[in-house]
């Protein structure tokens, strides 16, 4: 399994792919997508995959053609540990410690300047859009702009320059006017640690006076921790037309552990903890006016990563997650376990806890008198249940939609409607994929796409021009082998039919991403 932990390469100038199939007339843009790339500079190595250095590449599609280009992000991280020729900066599963050869006062300041950590700035999850700048993200406060085109950086911005937070979300919404919604963690330094959702309008890059985008963020509102030393962590949250759904979950931020982490020898990871004995609630939050429901809604202890959708119908609001029953996961990704042979890594993994794609129903209006035991879930086409407790507030449990899909992809157009399809990554035995997989929520039935020593990327779903189905349109997503032999290569998937259209291979090296997104051809020139 090298091939998922082995440095990467720069393609810095486009390559044109050899077309399989044909490639849609229409299909005009460039998918631009981010993942760890470099695992080990000079003697040093990472020791989590999600420590490597971010690796941005691109496909452009244009009249019937495909090209290829990649570049690291040239981030401050970057540029101090190639600079020094050794890992320099602290990543979430690498504590990296001063040079044993700096003298005693260097060593001190080190010390010190980590008891509040000022957080690295390797943006390697994925791409997200703010005004019409894009930036390569992680979840940290530093985000680095760069030009989807070129894939050039342009430079870093700092969300605490703009609004008090620590920590925010790689994966935003974006409403239909072309707004931008994120959520974020203000920890230390801020006054009385809190969850923020804030809001960056669509019109918010200012050219002429050369303002950032988050110049003109606006706080959407605050939520407090229900505990001020064990802050939920999230990955993402959900939306719908009036609300922000925000899962706060049993997995958790241990802030103490966090401070001292650098002085105990322990990782930023080793400061997650799952609390198997809490339980999750569910905050709803009118986007609009930034009030909560005041209904308290909860349900059993989970680790949720990503939200598939959210959307709401006849007095509810419905949401869909992939949870995990335990924090194990994270455990998967260490290099150490990535350098076993299929079948070790196979046999001890077995217990670890799938992906499940769950249902949630929320009912948003809660009459107090209803008697204890109710299911106040009136939906017809699910089993979720919401049902009243003697304290007056709602006990949630979930409607199962599937095992084993992790990476989810919607046609965007649906976000925060009432959708039926979603695309994925089917995960099974590895935390790397090997199939393709589109759920239809409706028939609980699902469709695959693979094939021999192929591992996929998340399928990004592109519609056609004009498009009124859900699933008319294409599945994009970056194949890697783990034959030498074989090149990488661009697949294009009928996303009706889940059949191969066209695949763009190309004569370079691919690598193992995360996320992104595709920008139409008028907005990526």
């Not at 401070?259 to 905050?283: E, I, Q």
């Not at 995960?427 to 039935?445: G, L, M």
């Not at 192929?454 to 004009?466: D, T």
């Not at 009124?468 to 661009?490: C, H, R, T, W």
Request: hydrophobic residues 35%; proline residues 6%; negative net charge.
């Amino acid at each position: 399994m090298q091939v998922f932990y082995q440095n990467g390469k720069e393609t810095p100038e486009p390559v044109k792919a050899k077309i399989s199939g044909t490639v849609p007339d229409w299909l005009q843009g460039t998918l631009v997508r981010n993942g760890p790339g470099m695992f080990s500079v000079g003697d040093t190595a990472y020791k989590h995959w999600f420590d490597g250095m971010s690796l941005l590449h691109s496909f452009t599609f244009k009249d019937g053609d495909v090209y290829y280009r990649s570049k690291f992000l040239k981030s401050d991280t970057f540029k101090k540990n190639t600079g020094a020729n050794r890992i320099v900066v602290s990543e979430f599963g690498t504590m990296v410690y001063p040079d044993p050869c700096k003298n005693i006062f260097s060593k001190a300041f080190t010390y010190l300047s980590n008891a509040i950590p000022d957080f690295t700035d390797n943006g390697l999850v994925s791409i997200i859009r703010y005004g019409e700048d894009y930036y390569a993200a992680s979840e940290v406060n530093y985000i680095n702009q760069i030009d989807p085109h070129t894939l050039e950086t342009v430079g870093r911005v700092n969300y605490r320059n703009h609004i008090a937070l620590n920590l925010a979300t790689a994966h935003p919404h974006y409403d239909e006017e072309g707004n931008t919604y994120n959520m974020g963690t203000a920890i230390m330094g801020f006054g009385r640690p809190k969850y923020m959702i804030f809001k960056v309008p669509a019109n918010a890059s200012d050219k002429y006076n050369k303002k950032p985008d988050l110049s003109k963020v606006e706080k959407v509102c605050s939520i407090p921790f229900r505990s001020a030393l064990y802050p939920s962590y999230f990955h993402s949250f959900g939306m719908t037309e009036n609300y922000i759904v925000f899962v706060d979950q049993a997995f958790k931020l241990d802030i103490l552990g966090l401070a001292t982490a650098y002085f105990r020898g322990v990782n930023w990871g080793g400061c997650l903890k799952f609390d198997k004995n809490d339980v999750t609630v569910f905050h709803l939050i009118n986007r609009k006016t930034g009030k909560a429901v005041s209904t308290k809604f909860y349900g059993d202890p989970f680790v949720v990563f990503h939200h598939i959708n959210a959307y709401e119908e006849n007095g509810h609001v419905v949401f869909d997650l992939i949870t995990y029953k335990d924090s194990n996961l994270y455990d998967m990704f260490y290099i150490d376990n990535l350098k076993q042979d299929t079948e070790k890594f196979i046999e001890s993994h077995k217990i670890f806890s799938p992906p499940v794609c769950q249902r949630f129903a929320l009912p948003i209006t809660v009459e107090k008198d209803t008697p204890v035991g109710t299911n106040l879930v009136t939906l017809e086409d699910t089993t979720a249940k919401a049902v009243m407790q003697k304290d007056c507030s709602v006990f949630c449990s979930p409607d199962l939609l599937l095992v084993g899909l992790e990476l989810p992809q919607i046609n965007y157009k649906f976000n925060a409607k009432k959708y039926r399809y979603f695309y994925g990554s089917r995960v099974e035995w590895s935390p790397h994929p090997n199939k393709i997989a589109k759920v239809d929520i409706v028939t609980r039935t699902h469709k695959e796409w693979s094939s021999e020593e192929c591992y996929p990327s998340e399928p990004i779903f592109v519609a056609s021009p004009g498009a009124v189905e859900e699933d008319d349109g294409v599945l994009l997503s970056s194949i890697v082998s783990l034959n030498p032999a074989k090149n990488p290569f661009m697949l294009i998937l009928d996303a009706k039919t889940m059949e191969e259209i066209a695949r763009a291979e190309v004569d370079a090296s691919f690598h193992m991403d995360l996320h992104g997104c595709f920008i139409p051809r008028k907005d990526s020139n």
